[in-house]
C-alpha cells in the first residue's frame, strides 16, 4: 500500500510565502504523475498544479506566475513553493500521485490535506 504524508501547511499574510511537501511511500514501483489540488469549505475541490514524470507541468490560471512545482524523484517527494499569496488561495491542499504499483496497475492516492489560510 502507498501514503502520502503533507506537511508545509499554516497561516501566513497575504503577499507572503509557503512550501508544501508531500512524500510518498510504500510499496512503489514507480509515480508517474504528481499534483497539488485545492478545495475550500462548500466548493468543489479543484487542480492547482499538476507535474509528469517527464517534468512537464500544468498550472490553473488563477496560480500562474505565483506557484512552482517541482518533484525530487530519488526521494518520492512533490513540492509546492506558493509565492504573492492572497486570500482567495485559503484552503485545504491534497497531494495527488498517480502511481505504478509492482501489479503494473496504475492507482490513484490522495493525501489526508493540509491547511493554508492567508490572512489580508
Known amino acids: 500500500q502507498v501514503q502520502l504524508v503533507e506537511s508545509g501547511g499554516g497561516l501566513v499574510q497575504a503577499g507572503g510565502s509557503l512550501r508544501l511537501s508531500c512524500a510518498a511511500s510504500g510499496s512503489i514501483f514507480s509515480i508517474n504523475t504528481l499534483g497539488w489540488y485545492r478545495q475550500a469549505p462548500g466548493k468543489q475541490r479543484e487542480p492547482v498544479a499538476v507535474i509528469t514524470s517527464g517534468g512537464v507541468t500544468n498550472y490553473a490560471d488563477s496560480v500562474k506566475g505565483r506557484f512552482t512545482i517541482s518533484r525530487d524523484n530519488a526521494k518520492n517527494t512533490v513540492f509546492l513553493q506558493m509565492n504573492s499569496l492572497k486570500p482567495e488561495d485559503t484552503a485545504v491542499y491534497y497531494c495527488?500521485?498517480?502511481?505504478?504499483?509492482?501489479?503494473?496497475?496504475?492507482?490513484?492516492?490522495w493525501g489526508q490535506g493540509t491547511q493554508v489560510t492567508v490572512s489580508s
Open positions: 495527488y500521485a498517480g502511481v505504478v504499483a509492482t501489479t503494473y496497475r496504475l492507482n490513484d492516492y
